[in-house]
Every structure is written in C-alpha cells, then in structure tokens.
C-alpha cells in the first residue's frame, strides 16, 4: 500500500514542539495516538465525511473531532445558523434570548433536565457539575467511573491508586501542578461494581457529595446495574450524575439514559451537541440545580451566543431527521459489512459495540494488541482513512464510505495476518501508538 506524503505534517509538529507545551491542544490529537508518520496532523479544511490535510491529501474520516461531529464537518444547517447570529452580534453586553430557547429545547428532550447551565466544553462542564453538586449538598467527595476532564477536582484521584491494580487510575498521566491537599476528594469506583461501590460508600459516608458516571461508552451495562447505582447513591443522601459528553447525542437525542431508562439527578453534555462549535451543557433537577442560583458560577463567554446557535441548530436537524433512526441503521450496515470481512479473515477479529459507536476488536493475545492495532491504523492510513479502532460516524457519511472502508479493511487484515504469521516488526512502519489514559468504562 502507498504511503501519502504528510512532509507538511510533520515538519509543521516540529515547530509545534518548540513553542507549543504538549505540542497540541488536545491529547487525543497527538502523533502518539496514531501511526506517526503516516496519520496527517495538520487539516487545511473538512467538509461532510472528509477532511483534507496541508499537505493536499484527502482522508474519510471515522474520528469525526473525537465524535464532538455529529451532522459532518462544515454542515450547512449549523453554519447557515451561525453565520446569521454572527451578523448579529456573537456576543452582547447583556442576555440574549438564545439562553432561554435552547435551555427548553434540552428541558424537553433529556429526561433529567429541569434547569439548565451552560459550559464551553465537556470538562469545564463536568467541573460546574461537581461544583454545583458539592453546594447542594454541602458535601465534599466525589466517586467516580470514567473519565471527565483536566480540572483539578478529577486529575486529584490520580494521588490515590486503582484499586484494581495498584496503578494511576489514568494509566500515563500524573498528577503534576494539582493540589496534593486534594488527594482523597475524587475516589474511582470500578464500573460494574457494585460491591466496590457500597465498600466506598460506607467508608465515606456523608462526606459524598456525588456520584458520578460514564453511563455507558461503546457497549451496554449488566441490566439493573444503572438503577442500583442510583439507588444506592441517593439513598446515601448524594447526587447521581451522568457524564454524557461522549454518549450523548448520537444513541438518542435524549442522550444514553432516555434509552436506558434511567433518570440521574444531574447530567453533563458537550461535543456532538453542536457539532463542533465550543458548547457544554449541565441540566439536571430543580432540587439539584436551584441552589447553583447562590454559588459563584460565572464566566464570560459562556453567555456567548455562537454555541447557543449552533447547538438549536444540531438538535432541530437531529429531531427533523430522526437521527435515533439513522445512526441506529447505519451502525448495522457498517457493523454487518465489516463483520463479514472480520469472520471471513485469518486474524480473531470481530466488529463489537453498540450500532452508534461501533468497535474494532482484536481477540488476540494482550502482549499483541498493540501491534494488531498500530498496524492496522497504518494501514488505514495509507488507503486514506483516518482512524483508531472506533467508528464515529456522521450523518454526513453514505453507504459508499462503508464500502470503501470494509475494502481497505480487507486488505488491512491480510497485511496484520502475515505479520502475525511471521515478525510485527517486519511490518510496522509507525512506532506502536500509545493510549493517552486508561477509561473506566467499557
């Protein structure tokens, strides 16, 4: 297969490296996570189901921003309606109505929403849900499953260790430049324990001001477990919350727990809510939300309308468009294409997760994992598809792009099965991607 030229790329990276800490704003964007030297870095413009990168190649593309597009890249419907607030005015000197009118619009559709707050983002907005939960409750701690963000409330529980392991709860990253006093504050619970879960819960007690979950990532919760976890949580007097940033939207507008059936007091959205354009969300009930109207959470560019526009603008083309529907049977085609190519190859592959976020797993040995999956990024790579092993489709994608994609994974699995046969090295190009964190849910 014939490696696109990323000269570009990569001579643009280096100079990133001398004056940009981490070299990008976003970990999951770093060369390290994909097939270095074959991966694009630096896009010059997206449109639909593609981007295209500085150095003039063209790439179909799965990542879709780490799922935050949910329409396509520069979606007309979106951009018309934030063209038009632009004109304007993007931000005022006092409210705009916008406020109002999306807050209703998530009232109406997520389950757990009473009262709305408004965020840039989906950590920002996972640390004004911690915050407003501890002022509820007047509670400190926080037990938690998944992962939710950057601030210091969250990174703090890596001073403790998984409990599982004896290792960092986020596997690679330490704890540098958070407070050590808040060491104790943010405690992980394994997702599916629940003997785990009551252990922590009865060792602090009335010191837990939340609890607070990915709901669910690529695939389903043991039935029931949802529900014993809010049980357990408000019997002891703390609020449930739902961290939706990554499984909202694309399952239901209503996001995962309109389809699970299960109520949290608070919830937590960003990303695909507009498509791209800087938004969070935190909603939850009256008696859980009222008392932030008494704590100090403020910032400027929250009342900025552009976010406001894009995301009424992404859940009216969910709604019109019966989105649910769509995702759900495009993941089966894409899933069933693939399957088949999976179950027809030499390699112990399969295509798992739910229809929305579709997985490509690797039932090799462990040791193997991470050279099945670097390979099979480079490969993919070098056919023009960028990449992990997740699907996140947009609704900008056809039934061509699934064809395209079940080809090059067809002869991407031959080039892993000779590896395996023989040497990885003999086949890997790319040194072996690393993941940024290890999640707590599956």
């Given at each position: 297969m014939k490696k696109h030229s990323i000269q570009k790329s990569l001579d643009l990276y280096k100079q990133a490296e001398k004056i940009i800490p981490g070299k990008t704003q976003l970990i999951s964007?770093?060369?390290?996570?994909?097939?270095?030297g074959f991966n694009p870095l630096y896009a010059e413009s997206s449109k639909g189901g593609y981007f295209v990168d500085v150095d003039g190649n063209r790439y179909l593309d799965w990542m879709n921003c780490v799922s935050a597009i949910i329409l396509g890249h520069s979606h007309s419907y979106v951009n018309n309606a934030v063209k038009n607030q632009i004109d304007k005015g993007s931000i005022h000197t006092i409210n705009h109505s916008l406020e109002i009118e999306l807050a209703e619009i998530l009232i109406n559709e997520i389950?757990?929403?009473?009262?709305?707050?408004?965020?840039?983002?989906?950590?920002?907005?996972?640390?004004?849900?911690?915050?407003?939960?501890?002022?509820?409750?007047?509670?400190?701690?926080?037990?938690?499953?998944?992962y939710h963000g950057w601030h210091d409330w969250y990174q703090s529980a890596n001073y403790l260790v998984n409990p599982e392991d004896g290792r960092f709860p986020f596997a690679g990253i330490e704890p540098i430049g958070v407070p050590k006093v808040l060491k104790g504050t943010a405690i992980p619970f394994t997702y599916g324990d629940l003997n785990q879960l009551k252990s922590l819960l009865d060792e602090h007690g009335?010191?837990?001001?939340?609890?607070m979950m990915e709901p669910m990532r690529s695939d389903y919760s043991v039935t029931g477990y949802l529900?014993?976890?809010?049980?357990?949580?408000?019997?002891?007097?703390?609020?449930?919350?739902f961290d939706e940033v990554s499984s909202g939207w694309r399952m239901s507008v209503g996001g995962a727990q309109k389809r699970l059936g299960v109520t949290p007091d608070m919830s937590v959205f960003a990303k695909a809510m507009s498509n791209g354009y800087p938004m969070g969300a935190v909603v939850g009930s009256y008696e859980a939300m009222e008392p932030a109207d008494r704590m100090f959470v403020s910032s400027t560019y929250w009342t900025d309308t552009i976010g406001l526009a894009a995301?009424?603008?992404?859940?009216?083309?969910?709604?019109?468009?019966?989105?649910?529907?769509?995702?759900?049977?495009y993941g089966k085609?894409?899933?069933?294409?693939i399957s088949e190519i999976c179950s027809n190859s030499n390699v112990d592959v399969e295509m798992a997760g739910i229809n929305s976020c579709p997985v490509i797993q690797f039932n090799v040995d462990n040791e193997l994992i991470p050279f099945?999956?670097?390979?099979?990024?480079?490969?993919?790579?070098?056919?023009?598809i960028h990449m992990t092993t997740v699907f996140h489709p947009n609704m900008s994608h056809n039934k061509e792009d699934i064809t395209?994609?079940?080809?090059?994974?067809?002869?991407?699995?031959k080039v892993i099965e000779k590896a395996m046969n023989s040497n990885f090295e003999d086949f890997l190009e790319a040194p072996i991607l690393t993941e940024p964190f290890r999640r707590l849910v599956r």
């Open positions: 964007k770093r060369s390290s996570q994909f097939a270095h389950p757990s929403a009473e009262m709305v707050r408004y965020a840039k983002g989906g950590g920002d907005a996972c640390a004004v849900a911690v915050r407003i939960a501890r002022g509820t409750t007047g509670r400190d701690k926080i037990l938690f499953s998944g009335d010191e837990v001001a939340a609890v529900e014993e976890v809010k049980s357990m949580t408000n019997k002891n007097g703390s609020l449930f919350i995301s009424k603008a992404t859940i009216e083309y969910l709604l019109k468009n019966n989105s649910e529907k769509w995702f759900d049977d085609e894409l899933k069933s294409k099945a999956k670097t390979l099979f990024v480079q490969e993919m790579a070098k056919q023009g395209i994609t079940a080809n090059a994974i067809e002869k991407t699995l």
